[in-house]
């Protein structure tokens, strides 16, 4: 059994954050529904004198918070949330695959760098399910498997890493690059190489996040083989991203189930004539997603055809989501210059339009939103990075 126990409720939003943020820095736990869970409803309220305050974490006999902050989280987990010193060489924001990879590169350089991630080290990387894609594994690797890889050969060349702080703000100073933390702490660097990649937009529909990598996901290069010789498959969404990878899952399924919340697809008409009139697709416009459900994994979709009103429950294998990616890029309004979607702009050597501040990884415009794109795209602007720092601070590989 575990040893960290979440007491909560599928309707609580704080039960879900903290459950997130516990699986993104990949701490087993147990978690417990007070609703169905008597003796676990029982527990809490006797911890709590009565109250029924969720979500309640247990870590052991006496040992609990109630309702915690991230940040409350991470101190109970003993993550370090101040950085070691204030000055470096290059301070990398992001710590997914492309961020550790240009860490890597730095360190072996002789750069003095550190990683500051929001969240947990590793990305998207690391909560995704199992990569099937990535070179050099031929038989696959869990997701956290492959960012416990990254996190240890960074480790291995003594880059501080530093997980559970948000970088709030950054910009120009004195010909250096300032870094805001979210507790109040400031740092300052030569340069700084942002790698905060993108989200995916969620549905925000009942079980959606409980189900997500049990067979809701975002990603069909990534997930649609383990779906083969399936009766359906549904896709969600009705943009090009939606249709193509709605095509490329068709070798998998049977039928490919579309569903698009506008009365019409938004893809190029191309790629809708070659949908319509492909003979395993099923398409249906003006059609909401109400509910994803199932226990320990999807079991049925209901949805609801928004001008006639009627209602349909679907059965499908897996249901993927693709209704647009959101660039983590809010702390960079006003600093660095972002495109009409909030993707940061750079030229060819990855430099933005604030000197010293690079890019890399999926949180660039024009990137492939691939694992291994991502990390080639760290190591590019990290060789950007080090003829940035010869030529305008002398700082110089070491021998």
């Known amino acids: 059994m575990p040893e960290i126990t979440v007491y909560g409720a599928p309707w609580c939003p704080d039960c879900k954050r903290s459950k997130q943020f516990l699986a993104e820095h990949r701490v087993e736990y147990r978690f417990v529904d007070i609703d169905e869970d008597a003796e676990g409803r029982h527990l809490v309220e006797e911890l709590q004198g009565g109250g029924r305050t969720i979500p309640t974490i247990v870590f052991g006999p006496g040992d609990y918070l109630l309702e915690p902050s991230d940040e409350e989280l991470a101190h109970r987990l003993g993550l370090s949330l101040r950085a070691e010193r204030s000055f470096y060489d290059l301070a990398i924001v992001g710590g997914g695959p492309a961020g550790l990879a240009a860490a890597i590169y730095a360190a072996r350089e002789g750069m003095d760098a550190i990683v500051v991630d929001r969240s947990a080290l590793g990305g998207q990387s690391g909560v995704t399910e199992r990569i099937d894609n990535y070179p050099g594994f031929p038989d ?152 994803l459900e199932g226990k320990s994994r999807l079991e049925r979709v209901r949805a609801r055809d928004l001008g006639s009103g009627e209602e349909f429950t679907w059965t499908p294998a897996a249901a993927f989501v693709f209704i647009g990616l959101d660039p983590n890029t809010a702390f960079l309004r006003g600093s660095v210059e972002l495109d009409e979607r909030g993707f940061v702009s750079a030229d060819g050597m990855f430099q933005t339009s604030t000197p010293g501040v690079f890019v890399a990884g999926d949180v660039r415009r024009g990137s492939t939103k691939q694992l291994g794109s991502a990390v080639g795209d760290g190591i590019a602007a990290l060789l950007a990075v080090r003829r940035y720092l010869e030529d305008h601070h002398h700082v110089a590989p070491r021998a």
């Open 140 to 291: 696959g690797i869990r997701g956290a498997e492959l960012a416990e890889r990254f996190i240890a050969q960074a480790r291995r060349y003594q880059v501080e890493l530093l997980a559970a702080v948000s970088v709030t703000g950054i910009g120009a100073g004195e010909g250096d690059v300032r870094l805001e933390l979210a507790g109040g702490q400031e740092l300052a660097a030569h340069a700084a190489l942002v790698a905060t990649g993108s989200s995916y937009r969620r549905l925000g529909v009942p079980g959606e996040e409980d189900l997500i990598g049990a067979g809701v996901h975002f990603c069909a290069t990534c997930d649609g083989p383990f779906y083969k010789g399936s009766e359906e498959l549904l896709v969600i969404g009705g943009g090009n991203s939606a249709l193509e990878e709605g095509l490329f899952l068709t070798q998998f399924a049977e039928r490919v189930r579309l569903v698009q919340l506008a009365p019409e697809l938004s893809a190029s008409r191309l790629l809708q004539d070659k949908v319509r009139s492909h003979p395993q697709f099923t398409v249906h416009t003006n059609t909401a997603v109400l509910a």
